[in-house]
């Protein structure tokens, strides 16, 4: 079932009345794309390969699977911060335990197919471990869209902002607001 045969949200009732805007989205992998972002480089040596992948259409596990198949190792010894969406176009890190491995000349061309290209590769001496990167850069393609409508944007905001994070001041998000 591709993303536009799934049935649609029931209409649930809104706090703020109708959405000031509608449109489709990822109707398509190009639509939602995904970012990880580390807080640190990789040191350059040690026994890990860091592999910075581009994945389109392709979950982390299955991702997993396919470089545990080309540098044959178990799934185990490969690491990774995070899962990242099947239905999107995500970059992310992992990490390949090559105890005992050579470096292959290429990693690219061992790796690279439809699904997966290979960003850039270092060497650091530790696995990557759950949790590690410090945020998710996201970009979303809304289709459809209906005219954008700035002052309801404005409006609105604040009192979005109280209820989605209740330390939010007024005054921060009233400066949001009058900055769209």
């Known amino acids: 079932m591709t993303l536009s045969e799934q049935p649609a949200l029931p209409d649930w009732p809104r706090a703020l009345g109708t959405p000031p805007h509608g449109g489709r989205f990822r109707?398509?992998?190009e639509d939602f794309r995904v970012e990880e972002v580390l807080p640190f480089e990789p040191e350059g040596e040690g026994q890990h390969l860091w592999l910075e992948c581009e994945k389109r259409a392709l979950?982390?596990?299955q991702l997993v699977r396919h470089l545990s198949h080309c540098f044959e190792v178990a799934p185990r010894?490969?690491?990774v911060s995070g899962l990242k969406d099947h239905t999107a176009i995500t970059r992310q890190w992992l990490s390949v335990a090559l105890d005992g491995h050579a470096l292959p000349a290429d990693p690219a061309a061992l790796i690279e197919n439809d699904s997966v290209r290979l960003l850039q590769w270092?060497?650091?001496p530790r696995k990557l471990k759950r949790g590690?990167?410090?945020a998710n850069r996201f970009s979303l393609v809304v289709r459809g869209a209906r005219p954008w409508r700035p002052v309801r944007w404005r409006r609105a905001l604040p009192s979005c902002a109280r209820a989605a994070c209740p330390t939010t001041s007024?005054?921060?998000?009233?400066?949001m607001a009058a900055a769209i």
Do not use: F, L, Y
């Open 27 to 29: 109707e398509s992998a």
């Open 59 to 61: 979950s982390t596990p």
């Open 77 to 79: 010894d490969i690491g």
């Open 122 to 124: 270092r060497r650091h």
């Open 132 to 134: 590690v990167h410090r």
């Open 170 to 175: 007024v005054r921060s998000a009233s400066a």
